[in-house]
């Protein structure tokens, strides 16, 4: 009975939250309409064909290379896509719910998929190919995820792997270097590919806080390409850079192969060139 009590209220809190956040989302929503047709010199109508601009470019945000989504989420979702213009007058959440209901499921699918692609050396002698219209589609489902997934990867690392000068190695020589640097180069798209989706999966707000985000650029660029959206936390770091005073360091980090951080550029006349102590391929230890 204690187990009930205590699930029940939680299971309501999550639930409340959740739509909180959708909520919030579709007030923004109608407020990015209302300002634009206020403020821009020719605001555009906001109607079915505004709406099916809104959609596709929700989706190109969420899924640019066509990984996450399958056919079949297309499908559920197509039914909104001339309905956004009424949903976002009437401040309505059922596509935004929708939405984050299916995106939340194929990033949780995606993370676990990876994990199982990578944990085993990459095969680059079975015979594949990767055609443009796989790379420009969405997957049929969730075994087409996998199979796109995988292909994404293998292409990812040859890339990695194969420079100018490996073609002018032996075959021994070759071999040698594949079984030095693959495991390396895997589990570095592991980690790139991975980062993405927790940010995504566990930052502030979730899944939620990321659509809605995205759903209200969405809406301004639809407006207008020079138009923009910005969250509060972006807003605040927007405006810091419009200020008089600079909190530039003057370096660029990168990656190492051990998964270090490192300084891989200094600009010159920085805070960092001048102060002589910081140099290219340094390694960040902490902050």
């Known amino acids: 009975m204690r187990k009930t009590l205590f699930l029940l209220p939680f299971a309501a809190l999550l639930c409340t939250t959740i739509q909180a956040q959708n909520g919030q989302a579709a007030k923004d929503a109608f407020m990015i309409t209302r300002m634009v047709e206020k403020f821009h010199i020719q605001p555009k109508t906001l109607n079915d064909g505004l709406s099916a601009n809104i959609y596709k470019q929700l989706l190109h945000q969420l899924d640019e290379d066509k990984i996450f989504f399958t056919q079949e989420d297309i499908k559920t979702l197509s039914a909104f896509e001339f309905k956004l213009d009424d949903e976002i007058k009437g401040r309505k959440e059922a596509f935004l719910q929708t939405l984050v209901s299916i995106y939340k499921k194929r990033l949780l699918q995606a993370?676990?998929?990876?994990?199982?692609?990578?944990?085993?050396?990459?095969?680059?002698?079975?015979?594949?190919?990767?055609?443009?219209?796989?790379?420009?589609?969405?997957?049929?489902?969730?075994t087409g995820m996998r199979t796109k997934l995988n292909k994404v990867f293998k292409a990812?690392?040859?890339?990695?792997?194969?420079?100018?000068?490996?073609?002018?190695?032996?075959?021994?020589?070759?071999?040698?270097?594949?079984?030095?640097?693959?495991?390396l180069a895997r589990q570095k798209l592991k980690k790139s590919f991975s980062r993405s989706i927790t940010m995504m999966l566990q930052g502030p707000g979730g899944v939620q806080a990321v659509v809605g985000k995205e759903?209200?650029?969405?809406i301004a660029k639809c407006y207008?390409?020079?138009?923009?959206?910005?969250?509060?936390?972006?807003?605040?770091?927007?405006?810091?850079?419009?200020g008089q005073k600079s909190m530039a360091f003057g370096f660029m980090l990168d990656e190492?192969?051990?998964?270090?951080?490192?300084?891989?550029?200094?600009?010159?006349?920085?805070?960092?060139?001048?102060?002589?102590?910081?140099?290219?391929?340094d390694k960040i230890e902490s902050i």
Do not use: R
């Open 256 to 281: 190492a192969e051990d998964g270090t951080v490192v300084i891989n550029d200094i600009e010159p006349g920085s805070p960092a060139f001048k102060s002589g102590q910081i140099n290219k391929g």
């Open 156 to 183: 990812s690392g040859i890339n990695v792997l194969v420079d100018k000068d490996f073609v002018a190695l032996s075959a021994v020589q070759q071999k040698k270097y594949m079984d030095k640097v693959e495991p």
């Open 224 to 242: 207008d390409p020079h138009t923009e959206f910005l969250p509060t936390a972006e807003k605040e770091n927007f405006e810091s850079e419009l």
């Open 215 to 218: 759903y209200c650029k969405a």
């Open 111 to 142: 993370d676990t998929i990876i994990s199982e692609i990578t944990a085993k050396p990459f095969n680059f002698s079975l015979p594949e190919k990767y055609t443009v219209a796989e790379d420009t589609s969405w997957p049929v489902n969730e």
